[in-house]
């Protein structure tokens, strides 16, 4: 079992940026993809990055070039840095561990002035 633990989500102006950290318990960590995800009201959760094992990424075409996923698996973290953010970032975030299914309880991020 693992339990996944999200933190970094605040109010930002656009244009500002932010840092969110998911840090896992349990082990294997280091085995898995990790994925951030992203839930506007009234819409889908939906992919923002994933990061494999082997360091591979994946973003979101909304996300290209302004957010940047990494991982740390001495500290069992995957990170999100996000930059020049938007209105439409606005979202509630939430961190995956593919290789148990397992959510984090997600962290607010809001883009407003």
Same mark, same amino acid.
């Given at each position: @079992?693992?339990?996944?633990?999200?933190? $970094?989500? $605040?109010?930002? @102006?656009?244009?500002?940026?932010?840092?969110?950290?998911?840090?896992?318990?349990?082990?294997?960590?280091?085995?898995?993809?990790?994925? &951030?995800?992203?839930?506007?009201?009234?819409? @889908?959760?939906?992919?923002?990055?994933?990061?494999?094992?082997?360091?591979?990424?994946?973003?979101?075409?909304?996300?290209?070039?302004?957010?940047?996923?990494?991982?740390?698996?001495?500290?069992?973290?995957?990170?999100?840095?996000?930059?020049?953010?938007?209105?439409?970032?606005?979202?509630?975030?939430?961190?995956?561990?593919?290789?148990?299914?397992? &959510? $984090?309880?997600?962290?607010?991020?809001?883009?407003?002035?």
């Amino acid at each position: @079992q693992v339990q996944l633990v999200e933190s $970094g989500g $605040g109010l930002v @102006q656009p244009g500002g940026s932010l840092r969110l950290s998911c840090t896992a318990s349990g082990s294997f960590f280091s085995l898995y993809t990790m994925g &951030w995800y992203r839930q506007a009201p009234g819409k @889908q959760r939906e992919l923002v990055a994933s990061i494999t094992d082997g360091y591979r990424t994946n973003y979101a075409d909304s996300v290209k070039g302004r957010f940047t996923i990494s991982r740390d698996n001495v500290k069992k973290t995957v990170y999100l840095q996000m930059s020049s953010l938007k209105p439409e970032d606005t979202a509630v975030y939430y961190c995956k561990h593919y290789g148990l299914s397992a &959510w $984090g309880q997600g962290t607010q991020v809001t883009v407003s002035l």
